[in-house]
Antibody
C-alpha cells in the first residue's frame, strides 16, 4: 500500500523558516518525480515545486522562487521543502505528490498545515 | 503566466451527465490531467493525458479534448461523485498549473 506522510507544519511567524518532510513507502520512490502542492484555506490547488528523479532538475512557482528549496533523499524515500522568509500568504495545507509514467500526480500525501501568523 | 479556466460550479441530478470544461491557450500542445478532491481529503487523479483513465477510477469518468478546451465527463453521476474537480497541465518551461476548480454538486 502506498503511503506519503508529510510533516513539519504548524504555526510559524512571518519571516520564519519551517522545513517540511514527506516520507514515502509502497512505491519505487527513486523512479518518481516529486512535487509539493499547496492549498490555502477554502481555496484551490497551487503547484509549488517539482524535483526530478535524480534531483538534477528543479522548478518552482514564481510565488515561492528564491524563498523555497525542494530536495529529496532517494536512500530515505523522502522529499523535503525548506521554506524561508515565509509570508502570511504562504498559509496553506502542503501536499507532497508523486508523478510516474502516467505523467499526472498519482500519489498524494495527506498534507501538513502551515499557518503563518504573528 | 499560463492559466487554465474552469467554471466555478455546476450541479446535476443523480443519473445525469456532468461535463466540466477546462480552457487554456497551450492545451493543444500539452496534456491535461484531472483530479477529484472530496471535502477534507487529498486530491485523486481521475484522468491522465487528456483521456486515459487509471484502473482505480470507474468507467463513468472520461476525458476528451478539442482545440483549447478539454472536458471531463461523468456519465450517470452518483452522489459519491460530489466534490471539487481540478484540471492541470504544464507549460514548456517545466512548471505546472492547476485550473481554479469546479465544485460539482449532486442534487
Amino acid at each position: 500500500e502506498v503511503h506519503l506522510v508529510a510533516s513539519g507544519g504548524g504555526l510559524v511567524q512571518p519571516g520564519g523558516s519551517p522545513r517540511l518532510s514527506c516520507v514515502t513507502s509502497g512505491f519505487t520512490f527513486r523512479s518518481f518525480e516529486m512535487h509539493w502542492v499547496r492549498q490555502a484555506p477554502g481555496k484551490g490547488l497551487e503547484w509549488v515545486s517539482q524535483i526530478s528523479i535524480s534531483g538534477s532538475s528543479i522548478n518552482y512557482a514564481d510565488s515561492v522562487k528564491g524563498r523555497f528549496t525542494i530536495s529529496r533523499d532517494n536512500a530515505k524515500n523522502s522529499l523535503y521543502l525548506q521554506m524561508n522568509s515565509v509570508r502570511v500568504e504562504d498559509t496553506a495545507v502542503y501536499y507532497c505528490a508523486g508523478s510516474g509514467h502516467r505523467g499526472g500526480f498519482e500519489y498524494w500525501g495527506q498534507g501538513t498545515l502551515v499557518t503563518v501568523s504573528s | 503566466s499560463y492559466e487554465l479556466t474552469q467554471p466555478p460550479s455546476m450541479s446535476v441530478s443523480p443519473g445525469q451527465t456532468a461535463r466540466i470544461t477546462c480552457s487554456g491557450d497551450a492545451l493543444p500542445k500539452q496534456y491535461v490531467y484531472w483530479y477529484q478532491q472530496k471535502s477534507g481529503q487529498a486530491p485523486v487523479l481521475v484522468i491522465y493525458k487528456d483521456s486515459e483513465r487509471p484502473s482505480w477510477i470507474p468507467e463513468r469518468f472520461s476525458g476528451s479534448s478539442s482545440g483549447t478546451t478539454v472536458t471531463l465527463t461523468i456519465s450517470g453521476v452518483r452522489a459519491e461523485d460530489e466534490g471539487d474537480f481540478y484540471c492541470q497541465s504544464t507549460d514548456s518551461s517545466g512548471t505546472w498549473v492547476f485550473g481554479g476548480g469546479t465544485k460539482l454538486t449532486v442534487l
